[in-house]
Nanobody
Framework: QVQLVESGGGLVQAGGSLRLSCAAS????????MGWFRQAPGKEREFVAA????????LYADSVKGRFTISRDSAKNTVYLQMHTLKPEDTAVYYC?????????????????WGQGTQVTVSS
């Protein structure tokens, strides 16, 4: 069983930056494809970014492309989401997710494991 624990959320002004972390345990980290999703109040959970098992491939939602960067550190069993130029519309609970498999996926149904989420609030 995979456990995922997110951290790093908080309140930030528009234009600011935050870095989210997600520590994984319970499985060999390099066997997992990792992703970040977010869910704003009253909206469905949506894809933000994904990274391959090796870290060599990444995928981003159009809404965050050029502002967010996903990365992973195998020595720390951790995946990161660096967020720059934050906007009020980025306000949401951010979830770390993991899945078996090699193809980068953007839908919630493809992910087997989920963290508890961390709140990101961007004030205008």
């Amino acid at each position: 069983q995979v456990q995922l624990v997110e951290s790093g959320g908080g309140l930030v002004q528009a234009g600011g930056s935050l870095r989210l972390s997600c520590a994984a345990s319970g499985r060999t980290f390099s066997s997992l494809q990792m992703g970040w999703f977010r869910q704003a109040p009253g909206k469905e959970r949506e894809f933000v970014a994904a990274i391959s098992r090796s870290g060599g491939s990444t995928l981003y939602a159009d809404s965050v492309k050029g502002r967010f960067t996903i990365s992973r550190d195998s020595a720390k069993n951790t995946v990161y989401l660096q967020m720059h130029t934050l906007k009020p519309e980025d306000t949401a609970v951010y979830y770390c997710a993991a899945r078996d498999g090699t193809v980068l996926r953007t839908t919630t149904a493809h992910y087997n494991y989920w963290g508890q989420g961390t709140q990101v609030t961007v004030s205008s």
